[in-house]
């Protein structure tokens, strides 16, 4: 059988990428453009509006942040000059940097780093955990910023420069009064590149052009700390969402970058001027969401089942590839590089499976014969690989699944749906979440299992509790047993089944240089 990657590597292959009528070709040889195939379409451009990382990566462009984390985890003052906390901790004062600009004109003010703030805390788990602390947000004056805490919240600076979705950027504050749950016609920030929206053709092209405006740092590029430094003129992000046609196109010089090549075609660029490594080395936890909201997973004891079921090997195995310097299995809840990571009670994961003794814990458990309708998406490769190993695996342990494999859009609408299958909702999906958002509590979008919990509801208190916990503890030893007792409680409750810490390569044309260790950024990037 001829394989994708032996037909990619031929000619006529190449000839049809270059056929592909990529938006911009003009500008192909233009040293001051750089093309790059995102993940997938950039559906959602208001940062607050999705939690997926395309939009992340489309935010950092855009906006600026307060704070940025460096290699080290560590965040360092990116839109601050100097902050101050008083010795009770119960106050926060952040001076701006000067100088400060919007894309639009407009001078970057207190007033709108508080509006802008106040907005995401609306939508961000992170910034829910500081809400019950936070006695008063204001901006004395255009240049400074206070938080006034009932509370101690060291944290802060970590959390005003987090990685994980969503974003912290700053916008106007007449932006930034537009209701989280609305998505935003205007994208304005203070980043090094400002969003060109009159040349933006939904599925296919997003335009980004440098901020001539824009004062970086005098720092050295780190990760997100650092001086933000634009060296192209224009950026166009071309979705194709066939791999093979990226590839080509990729091969042909067609485009520049390639941000998650897939593990089949990666071979065909051994030999080529293309430079493929692993840029984000905190790597992304894949993950299967069950909804607690929908029979028959609002039953623990059924969500228990699933999981025993759960062989992450098969996993990794088809959204990674053999590989295993790609992945890492087994997986707990928490990213392994962290203090709270623990290895306790996951032997499960990686044992040969009894199917024909889950199928009967499973009516045990309560199962009815239920159609499973589970969420997927062709737009991920990785998540798409999810949804029919998970499809597999359920129908082996006698569940009945309808696997919908949808456009992301669809899919990401759909995740937020409570109503039943019928009215549109569903009962499980698979997903991944970036690794640096799962190195502690507040940041773990899939961890939070309360009133504020994401996509799939869980409700889990003794989870929240230990949250809490862990705001205020102490030392590293205390926050480790915090950890282990969350991971111990999530095995039993389940609020979401981790599938394996997984590293995507990307790939990119050999004469780019300065291609930060991190996800997706494009200031420090140069062509030689």
């Known amino acids: 059988m001829v394989e994708r990657r032996d037909l990619i590597k031929g000619s006529a292959a190449v000839a049809v990428a270059l056929a592909f009528g ?25 940062p607050h509006g999705t939690p997926a990382y395309v939009t992340r990566n489309h935010a950092l462009m855009v906006f600026d942040t307060l704070y940025g984390v460096d290699s080290n985890n560590v965040p360092q003052p990116q839109m601050v000059e100097t902050g101050q906390v008083s010795d ?59 938080f006034k805490l009932s509370r101690p919240f060291p944290l802060l600076p970590d959390l005003l420069g987090k990685t994980a979705s969503y974003s912290t950027g700053i916008m106007p504050e007449r932006l930034a009064a537009t209701d989280a749950n609305t998505p935003l016609e205007e994208i304005i ?3 090094p590149y400002r969003y ?68 089949d075609l990666i071979p065909i660029f051994e030999g080529a001027d293309v430079t493929v490594a692993v840029k984000d080395t905190t790597g992304n936890l894949g993950l299967l969401r069950l909804n607690f909201l929908q029979p028959p997973f609002d039953n623990a004891k059924i969500r228990e089942v699933v999981l025993k079921a759960v062989n992450q090997r098969d996993y990794m195995l088809a959204a990674v590839g ?40 499973l009516i045990d458990a309560g199962y009815k014969g239920e159609t499973i309708v589970l969420l997927s998406t062709a737009d991920y490769p990785v998540i798409n690989a999810f949804g029919e190993v998970a499809a597999d695996m359920m129908r082996k342990i006698g ?25 549109g909702g569903y009962h499980a999906f698979g997903n991944f979440s970036a690794g640096a958002g799962a190195m502690n509590t507040a940041a ?26 862990w705001l205020s503890a ?55």
Do not use: C
């Open 22 to 46: 990529l938006p911009g070709r003009a500008l192909a040889q233009d040293k001051k453009v750089l093309k790059f195939v995102p993940q997938a379409d950039l559906a959602m451009i208001d």
């Open 88 to 146: 009770d901790g119960l106050l926060w004062t952040l001076t701006l940097r000067e100088g400060l600009m919007f894309h639009d004109g407009s001078a970057v003010r207190g007033a709108d780093v508080v509006a802008s703030l106040k907005r995401w805390m609306q939508k961000d788990g992170f910034g829910q955990a500081l809400a019950p602390a936070l006695e008063e947000l204001a901006a004395p004056d255009d240049r400074t910023v206070t």
């Open 189 to 191: 920030g203070s980043g």
């Open 196 to 263: 060109v929206m009159s040349e933006r053709i939904p599925g296919s092209l997003n335009v980004y052009k440098k901020f001539a405006e824009y004062a970086p740092r005098s720092e050295p590029a780190d990760n997100l700390a650092g001086g933000k430094i634009a060296n192209f003129d224009r950026i166009e992000w071309h979705t194709i969402p066939d791999p093979a046609t990226a590839a080509a196109a990729l091969q042909g010089g067609e485009v520049d970058w390639w941000e998650q090549p897939t593990a």
């Open 322 to 361: 053999e590989n295993e310097a790609l992945w890492s299995v087994p997986q707990g809840i928490f990213n392994p590089k962290s203090a709270l990571a623990s290895t306790d009670g996951l032997e499960s994961f990686i044992e040969t499976k009894n199917y024909e003794a889950l199928k009967q814990e």
């Open 399 to 423: 569940m009945t699944v309808d696997l919908q494999v949808q456009d992301w859009a669809t899919m990401a609408s759909r995740m937020k749906n409570k109503g039943d299958p019928a009215s």
């Open 444 to 469: 773990h979008t899939y961890l939070r299992a309360g009133a504020t919990a994401f996509d799939g509801w869980p409700n889990i208190p003794e989870i929240e509790d230990l949250r809490t916990a």
């Open 474 to 528: 102490a030392s590293v030893e205390e926050q480790a047993e915090i950890g282990r007792k969350i991971q111990e409680v999530a095995l039993k409750e389940v609020p979401f089944i981790p599938l394996g810490l997984f590293y995507f390569p990307t790939a990119f044309k050999s004469d780019l240089e300065g291609v930060l260790d991190t996800m997706p950024v494009f200031w420090n990037v140069d062509r030689d």
